[in-house]
């Protein structure tokens, strides 16, 4: 009898409970301003009425939903544009900046000072001529060594080479100095051994004496040298080098890449090289977005492990690195030492030879297949085409001069097509199209299952 009790009970209280939902969602169906609600819950209607209203809502709701998701993916995948722009007059143009490679690797002086720092090491002999192969080093040639030599430390690889680099000695003048005080070169570490950068924002960060310091700070660096069509042509030349070279023409505030395109000058020998840039910048509201969103990146963005600053060619040197360690379970050692990836002795070295097309391009030679490195570009980048080149014999010491003679009459802007209060008269329109709702109407819903439910609610308790 008493379970029979219960039973009923527990019945009730669910049919009061249905009951009472029922009567909410009438009520609100009833006052809803979304068009159509109220016709689905009208009493004495035929049921075909019934059935036309409620299968008209469900296909304006699926309709607002697709194209508001629409709209969604293109503000979340596609919200920019790059236009062209034409204002010249208005624009600085930063001189390219060159990273030189000398020709003459070692400095024979210097071999001295290896061996007392790398105490530990007992044949000298050996020792050097190892050394002669190491700073030749580079993706073309991994197989320059002709025997092993396991001695010296992996990870002293780069130290070594550091400290027996040839001594570039040049005089540098540009066409500002007045303004643009710049009258060194940088050494940093590239895939091609030590190099040397003039008008360079970045390559600090690839200088050996910052990776012993083992700072990963961002470091402030000059302002690259810049000219507009008001300053008339600006150019920089380097003279009195001691040695040929193998020069890359880059950004100011990139790396050179081993896949670049190169020169190569003799020693004794001039060079003059004209060159056009093509700037691509973003506007404020553009770096206001996601860098998904946006598709590039910005220097202080890095997710990099190499580096605190990104850039494109870094990205892909990484990705380069990444690819080693994949294929023979090591690093070149000119890459920045991190803890969890082995340098290369001498044998795996002769592993990444076997691979140095693939490495180098980063596109299977057999396939054509691209590797996937997720690179983005930067969001403010510029391309430099060499329009005129000259060499001639100079007996003055080895000489290069390069400059911009002509300044870009168009640039490329990456700007907001589709932006957040695009999409929210998109969304408002597409619901206002199908469903004859506004914004008010969204508030509407939530007021109705918050505050009025909760009051609804309140009173029913009241009552029972």
């Known amino acids: 009898m008493i379970t029979h009790y219960r039973k009923l009970k527990r019945k009730s209280k669910i049919q009061n409970f249905l009951t009472s939902a029922s009567d909410f969602f009438l009520i609100f169906m009833e006052t809803s301003s979304i068009h159509g609600f109220s016709h689905i819950v009208t009493r004495k209607r035929h049921p075909l009425e019934y059935f036309l209203w409620i299968l008209t809502v469900i296909l304006a709701g699926t309709a607002t939903v697709q ?24 624009w600085n143009t930063s001189l390219p900046a060159v990273s030189i490679c000398p020709e003459a690797k070692l400095n024979p002086s210097k071999l001295e000072e290896v061996i007392k720092k790398f105490s530990y090491v007992k ?33 002293d690889y780069w130290k070594a080479v550091a400290i027996v ?43 050996p004496s910052y990776w012993e310091s083992r700072n990963w700070s961002i470091v402030e660096a000059p302002a690259a040298f810049r000219g507009s069509p008001l300053d008339g042509d600006i150019f920089a030349q380097i003279m009195s080098m001691n040695t040929g070279y193998r020069l890359y023409i880059h950004a100011p505030a990139e790396f050179p890449d081993v896949a670049l395109s190169s020169m190569v000058a003799k020693n004794n020998s001039f060079k003059e090289l004209e060159i056009q840039a093509l700037n691509i910048y973003s506007t404020e509201a553009t770096l206001q977005l996601s860098i998904k969103q946006r598709k590039c990146r910005r220097p202080e963005e890095s997710n990099l492990l190499l580096s605190p600053i990104y850039t494109y060619n870094m990205c892909r040197m990484e990705c380069r690195m990444k690819k080693c360690w994949e294929l023979c379970g090591c690093v070149p050692y000119f890459y920045r030492p991190l ?34 490195c997720d690179c983005l570009p930067q969001c403010d980048e510029i391309n430099y085409l060499i329009d005129s080149e000259s060499t001639m014999n100079w007996d003055f010491g080895t000489t290069l001069k390069w400059g911009v003679i002509r300044y870009p009459r168009l640039r490329y802007k990456r700007d907001i097509i589709f932006g957040l209060s695009d999409l929210l008269v998109a969304i408002g329109g597409t619901a206002g199209l199908f469903l004859g709702c506004s914004l008010l109407s969204f508030a509407e819903i939530f007021y109705f299952f918050s505050l009025r439910l909760f009051w609804f609610i309140v009173r029913k308790m009241r009552k029972n």
């Open 123 to 155: 044949d000298e002999k050996r020792l050097k001529n190892f050394l002669l192969s190491l700073v030749f080093v580079s993706y073309k040639n991994f197989d320059v060594f002709m025997e092993t030599f396991d001695e010296l430390k992996t990870s």
């Open 165 to 207: 680099k040839h001594d570039l000695t040049y005089s540098v003048i540009n066409s500002n100095a007045e303004k643009y005080d710049i009258t060194t070169m940088s050494p940093f570490m590239s895939e091609s051994g030590i190099c040397y950068s003039y008008n360079s924002v970045v390559t600090q960060y690839n200088d």
């Open 339 to 372: 803890e969890n990836f082995k340098i290369c002795d001498i044998k795996g070295m002769k592993c990444l030879s076997k691979h140095k097309e693939l490495l180098v391009k980063l596109r299977d030679p057999k396939t054509e297949k691209k590797i996937k």
């Open 67 to 90: 194209l508001n998701l629409s709209k969604w993916r293109q503000y979340q995948d596609n919200p920019t544009v790059v236009s062209l722009e034409r204002n010249y007059l208005d």
